[in-house]
């Protein structure tokens, strides 16, 4: 396991379709697992990018990239107390970055998600779930997704191109490989039983030595610096190091939140530590972000 205690990390995987969200939720009073769920809906570039995908694909990745790896900075405290079962791995999303994004856009991306990635923690097992190309268009017409509606077959073809290539020469943890164009978990109890025991077995032969503790606060740089890379021009570095001071603004805002989560925030005796410290992380991260951008945060005198 990649970590100290008992608990495992599953992330299921596949092509959009394939029921990775379905069997993540059927798998969980069996593992009696927290689930992480990606958060489609929360995306607002999401139905204009299946409408004109040249468009709105830089969008709609960086949201994505943003908000999974802003889920991914909980689960070494989540996997203190539980299980965990994901329905997508981060590593997935390179691969839809890659599909969906060309040139400087996609060399800024690029360096953003190696600076992102290595805070991440890996799974001990993804679960991959392959299926052709017409039981995954079938299944995306079954559940009928308003924004899935204009998705072209050659795109999902090319994602399960792009699985194909990620998983076969994946070594960020085991793949268990399970065909589903055959099997259906959702309907058939003992399909699901299959699977879960597949899972179990997979578990059980993982033997990995524990990784050591992340001590994600001081991995934390406010002053936050893209990885060495081919160069950009000057006006497209200037903006990706303000989309790095924004990242570390966006991590010290939700330390703000676990800090008031806690019961009472704010007692007899004043404010936590916890919540001071996080203020002042975040209000150094706004300086940064405002310094970078030439923007002043104080009012115009009259």
Same mark, same amino acid.
């Given at each position: 396991m990649n970590n100290a205690q008992k608990n495992p990390y599953i992330a299921i995987e596949g092509v959009i379709g394939v029921?990775? @969200?379905?069997?993540?939720r059927l798998l969980q009073p069996h593992f009696s697992a927290h689930q992480v769920l990606e958060a489609f809906d929360e995306n607002p570039f999401l139905s204009d990018f299946y409408g004109d995908?040249?468009? %709105?694909? &830089? #969008? @709609?990745q960086i949201f994505?990239?943003?908000?999974?790896y802003r889920q991914q900075q909980r689960i070494p405290q989540l996997l203190e107390s539980t299980p965990i079962i994901a329905d997508y791995c981060f590593a997935k999303d390179?691969? &839809?970055? #890659?599909l969906n994004l060309t040139g400087d856009e996609l060399t800024m991306y690029e360096r953003v998600y190696e600076a992102l990635a290595e805070k991440t923690v890996p799974p001990d097992l993804i679960i991959y779930l392959r299926a052709s190309t017409d039981t995954?268009?079938?299944?995306i017409a079954l559940r009928d997704r308003s924004y899935e509606r204009q998705? !072209?077959?050659? %795109?999902? !073809?090319?994602?399960?191109?792009?699985y194909e290539q990620l &998983?076969?020469? %994946?070594?960020?943890?085991? =793949?268990? =490989?399970? !065909? @589903?164009d055959e099997i259906d978990f959702v309907r058939h109890p003992h399909d699901l039983d299959d699977v879960a025991r597949r899972i #179990?077995?997979?578990l059980d032969g993982v033997r990995q030595p524990p990784l050591p503790d992340l001590d994600l606060t001081a991995a934390r740089h406010l002053a936050w610096q893209l990885p060495d890379a081919a160069p950009l021009k000057p006006s497209s570095e200037a903006n990706w190091q303000a989309l790095g001071d924004f990242i570390a603004l966006v991590e010290a805002v939700g330390e703000i939140g676990s800090a008031l989560a806690q019961q009472p925030p704010i007692g007899p005796e004043g404010a936590p530590n916890t919540l001071h410290t996080a203020l002042t992380a975040a209000q150094a991260a706004l300086a940064l972000l405002a310094t970078r951008t030439n923007i002043s945060l104080h009012p115009p005198t009259e």
């Amino acid at each position: 396991m990649n970590n100290a205690q008992k608990n495992p990390y599953i992330a299921i995987e596949g092509v959009i379709g394939v029921g990775k @969200t379905s069997l993540g939720r059927l798998l969980q009073p069996h593992f009696s697992a927290h689930q992480v769920l990606e958060a489609f809906d929360e995306n607002p570039f999401l139905s204009d990018f299946y409408g004109d995908r040249a468009r %709105y694909a &830089f #969008q @709609t990745q960086i949201f994505f990239l943003l908000s999974r790896y802003r889920q991914q900075q909980r689960i070494p405290q989540l996997l203190e107390s539980t299980p965990i079962i994901a329905d997508y791995c981060f590593a997935k999303d390179r691969l &839809f970055a #890659q599909l969906n994004l060309t040139g400087d856009e996609l060399t800024m991306y690029e360096r953003v998600y190696e600076a992102l990635a290595e805070k991440t923690v890996p799974p001990d097992l993804i679960i991959y779930l392959r299926a052709s190309t017409d039981t995954l268009m079938g299944r995306i017409a079954l559940r009928d997704r308003s924004y899935e509606r204009q998705m !072209e077959r050659g %795109y999902i !073809e090319a994602l399960r191109r792009g699985y194909e290539q990620l &998983f076969a020469a %994946y070594d960020g943890a085991p =793949v268990l =490989v399970i !065909e @589903t164009d055959e099997i259906d978990f959702v309907r058939h109890p003992h399909d699901l039983d299959d699977v879960a025991r597949r899972i #179990q077995a997979a578990l059980d032969g993982v033997r990995q030595p524990p990784l050591p503790d992340l001590d994600l606060t001081a991995a934390r740089h406010l002053a936050w610096q893209l990885p060495d890379a081919a160069p950009l021009k000057p006006s497209s570095e200037a903006n990706w190091q303000a989309l790095g001071d924004f990242i570390a603004l966006v991590e010290a805002v939700g330390e703000i939140g676990s800090a008031l989560a806690q019961q009472p925030p704010i007692g007899p005796e004043g404010a936590p530590n916890t919540l001071h410290t996080a203020l002042t992380a975040a209000q150094a991260a706004l300086a940064l972000l405002a310094t970078r951008t030439n923007i002043s945060l104080h009012p115009p005198t009259e």
